[in-house]
């Protein structure tokens, strides 16, 4: 019995039209990037797990696709050490000895790898943009993915706060040229671990941010409730929750923190709040045309963020972040190259993708590729109509050849069905006065052009 096909939950097939599409938001994306002045590079889809283990805390350590070391991956494992104590087995154990690879879970640690590697190659600051897959054994829900594309955009070898313009200026530029409106959430995450410290609790800045990261999702009682959880005492949730509601303008943010902060005695809070200032000082004068605010529930769950974070989301549709990241001081440093900071952002590709498709914002005729087809009158009209494909072709005109001379209506529904929209019919007539007949599908205009004259085609068919 024949198996019936099937893909892995949280992935998904992309048909000729669904990629049409997703090339417009790569080409757009990829486009904003180089006017800023960064460069393309590639990673591999696997990493040594020594590279991505630790980065991404404990939660995002469970969601690394793992990979089976080739060949019997379990011949020589020992069952007795990947015993627990009480006889059942260790998963973690076992995939110690069976598993040095794992599919990679972001763009930016492979990033830290490349530069400490490379570091001899490239000059500081590097500026660096990737689109790759990226995978994470997550639950598949709306909006959420198991594989799915991201657009990383990177500067390493500056600490630099003209780069955390620059990162807002490009998430401006690439969501106003595809017609979604944004608002952009920014918080520091100096500010976060100020507030762990004058908590009295500086230990448990990781598990503070976990928790908070959450708020949008779960509400601010429960987030409240997962503090108290992780150790923080009542007094010192009861100092977070006033900041985690602030309500106002982002000078009145500014004042109200830089007020507790300094009471409190907190010079990491202070300068957390002081890059917030300069940033948003830059960003009034740069006139940013989406709309940014200071969020400081925003904590962005990834270990290695030391300063500036960003969140974006989709104004006008229902979902998750579309776009995110922050500032980074350490991640090099455990790869062996100590003191390069480095800020980047991550556009969602297939979140962006949702938003388009559900406002209908895709430009029409996205989907089309071929431009002109030319129908198969016969052998002899045929050869006569080859020269002319070759030259438009070499004009960069997408051509076809419905490839058998079949009747002229399954010919013209098979243009119908692609959304061709130019037909050519060259029969014996236009063979014999070297001309080519060319007609415009959705006017029905209809325009004959001298064989030889091939720009003038081009120009008719756009």
Request: net charge negative.
């Amino acid at each position: 019995m024949a198996q019936k096909p099937s893909i892995p939950k949280g992935t998904r097939d992309f048909g000729q039209e669904e990629m049409a599409a997703r090339n417009y938001i790569f080409d757009t994306v990829r486009s904003v990037f180089k006017v800023f002045g960064y460069s393309q590079i590639e990673t591999p889809a696997m990493e040594n797990l020594s590279t991505l283990l630790g980065k991404y805390g404990d939660e995002g350590d469970k969601l690394l696709f793992r990979i089976l070391n080739s060949g019997d991956a379990f011949a020589g494992v020992d069952a007795g050490a990947v015993q627990a104590p009480d006889g059942s087995l260790d998963g973690r154990a076992i995939t110690a000895r069976v598993c040095e690879k794992g599919l990679r879970y972001d763009l930016t640690v492979p990033f830290a790898r490349y530069v400490v590697q490379h570091q001899n190659d490239i000059s500081f600051p590097f500026k660096r943009f990737q689109i790759q897959p990226v995978w994470r054994a997550d639950r598949p829900q709306k909006g959420r993915y198991r594989e799915f594309y991201q657009c990383d955009v990177d500067v390493v070898g500056s600490d630099s706060l003209l780069y955390e313009l620059e990162l807002l200026q490009m998430v401006d530029m690439v969501f106003s040229s595809l017609g979604i409106g944004v608002l952009i959430k920014v918080n520091n995450r100096k500010v976060l671990t100020g507030l762990a410290e004058i908590c009295g609790f500086p230990d448990k800045v990781v598990d503070i941010t976990v928790a908070i990261d959450k708020m949008e999702k779960i509400g601010l009682a429960k987030v409240e409730e997962e503090l108290l959880e992780r150790g923080l005492s009542a007094e010192a949730v009861g100092l977070l929750e006033p900041v985690l509601t602030l309500e106002g303008t982002t000078g009145e943010k500014i004042s109200v923190m830089r007020k507790l902060f300094s009471d409190k005695d907190s010079a990491t809070g202070l300068k957390g709040v002081e890059e917030l200032e300069v940033l948003f000082s830059l960003v009034e004068s740069a006139g940013i045309a989406s709309r940014i605010e200071m969020d400081l529930s925003l904590a962005r769950g990834l270990n290695y963020y030391t300063g500036a974070i960003f969140e974006v989301k989709a104004l006008d549709f229902p979902i998750g972040s579309i776009c995110g990241g922050g500032r980074y001081d350490n991640l090099t440093g455990i790869f062996g190259l100590p003191g390069v900071s480095g800020v980047g952002i991550s556009f969602g590709a297939d979140r962006i993708y949702d938003v388009l498709k559900g406002l209908d914002r895709f430009p029409s005729g996205t989907g089309v590729s071929t431009r002109l087809l030319f129908a198969n009158m016969g052998d002899a009209e045929l050869r006569y109509i080859l020269p002319v494909v070759k030259a438009l072709r070499g004009r960069g005109i997408s051509v076809e050849i419905y490839p058998e001379a079949a009747k002229l209506r399954k010919q013209f529904e098979y243009a119908q069905k692609k959304d061709i929209p130019f037909l050519s019919i060259c029969g014996a007539d236009e063979a014999a006065s070297s001309s080519v007949n060319i007609k415009d599908l959705a006017s029905g205009e209809q325009r004959r052009f001298p064989s030889e004259d091939v720009d003038a085609m081009a120009g008719f068919i756009g």
